[in-house]
């Protein structure tokens, strides 16, 4: 799979359903990774201005050694912020290494990060009943309302489009409260985020690139969470599979040969976490983080902060993670890097989560 400089798609072996920019950069060998831990907690602030609510206490959490932990649904409370897990500092290897099947070459060279500050970062993607509480208190209009929609699955699923009746209240598949929000820009998230921090008085933001990475291999250094086989996924992820592929049987593509019992989004925490507590951090949606697209992981700063772009240019690409519901299999990995304009890329298989400074 290869795309030139400049084409605006794909990452979409069986669906199309997401648009990223794939470059090409060069290889670069494996380093091995580091495990760090995820501990203590921090509470609401002490005092509270009259017109901020408090948010949602932070949960304890402790590394454990295996991979894996059980579904928990989470338990997010529209407007009060979402459940969040403390991320202690640590090192990590970032990025893929070269014999990684379905790596794209963005994905490199590995690079040694130290995760300088804690942080604390959403268990959950931020549902369709957080975002509501934003739009109702707001009157706030996402960017695929305004302007031409969303893009979303065609209905043989072999295609995506752009639908102008398609947004984040309707993305043509069924939504609860419970699911993750989907057919949102970059800058609706950041717009959410901004809102929250108002209302909380906490700073809530996307992740960094480095962040994201760091909590979602949780010590791993395999390609995903479990491991490497992504066709024993289907109790960690909700990827393409084989729910998908009896719903869209003419479309090709790749699927994993297992069942996760879900076609479209599933509700946020169905699945199993991973060893820092955290859920669907690979597949259900891609997960906007705060970074400008550096072709490489050369630009990624070593401290683990964001890389806002080369200095006095505005930032055309944001950066995506950790794969979707209609995306390949292959593209449910930690180290997959996807890039999308933060405008107008809107799509049903695409959310974020929060992170908050400590
Ligand atoms: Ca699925
Ligand atoms: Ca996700």
Same mark, same amino acid.
């Given at each position: ?34 495990? $760090?831990?995820?501990?203590? *907690?921090?509470?609401? &602030? !002490? #005092?509270? @201005? =009259? ?5 949602? $206490?932070?949960?304890?959490? *402790?590394?454990?050694? &295996? !991979? #894996?932990? @059980? =579904? ?287």
């Amino acid at each position: 799979m290869e795309f030139a400089e400049g084409d605006l798609v794909t990452g979409c072996y069986p669906l199309c359903a997401v648009r990223i920019l794939i470059w090409i950069i060069s290889l670069a060998l494996g380093l091995g990774g580091v495990p $760090a831990s995820a501990q203590e *907690v921090s509470s609401p &602030p !002490p #005092t509270q @201005p =009259a017109n901020q609510v408090r948010p949602q $206490a932070i949960v304890k959490r *402790v590394a454990t050694v &295996p !991979p #894996t932990l @059980p =579904a928990v649904p989470c338990t997010n409370a529209p407007g009060l912020g979402p459940e969040m897990i403390v991320i202690e500092a640590g090192r990590f290897v970032m990025g893929s290494p070269s014999n990684e099947a379905g790596r794209l070459e963005q994905e490199g060279p590995q690079r040694e990060i130290v995760v300088v500050r804690p942080f604390a970062i959403a268990r959950c993607e931020t549902t369709v009943a957080e975002f509501r509480a934003f739009v109702v208190a707001t009157g706030y209009v996402t960017q695929a309302e305004a302007g031409d929609g969303c893009y979303v699955v065609s209905e043989a699923g072999t295609d995506i489009e752009q639908r102008k009746d398609r947004h984040w209240r309707d993305p043509g598949f069924p939504q609860t409260d419970a699911h993750p929000v989907v057919c949102v820009s970059w800058n609706d998230a950041v717009a959410y985020a901004e809102w929250l921090s108002r209302r909380t008085g906490q700073i809530y933001r996307l992740p960094t690139e480095a962040e994201w990475e760091y909590t979602a291999r949780a010590g791993s250094a395999a390609s995903r969470f479990w491991g490497d086989d992504l066709n024993a996924g289907c109790d960690f992820a909700n990827a393409a599979d084989q729910a998908l592929k009896r719903h869209y049987p003419t479309s090709k593509g790749s699927f994993a040969t297992c069942d996760d019992g879900t076609i479209y989004t599933a509700p946020v925490g169905r699945f199993k976490r991973n060893a820092f507590g955290l859920s669907d951090m690979l597949g259900n949606v891609w997960e906007w983080v705060r970074d400008c697209s550096a072709d490489t992981l050369e630009s990624v700063p070593a401290a683990g902060t964001a890389w806002e772009g080369p200095p006095g240019e505005n930032c055309a690409w944001r950066v995506v993670r950790g794969g979707g519901w209609g995306g390949g299999p292959e593209d449910v990995r930690s180290a997959i890097r996807g890039r999308s304009a933060p405008s107008v890329a809107t799509n049903s298989d695409l959310g974020f989560r929060l992170a908050r400074n400590l």
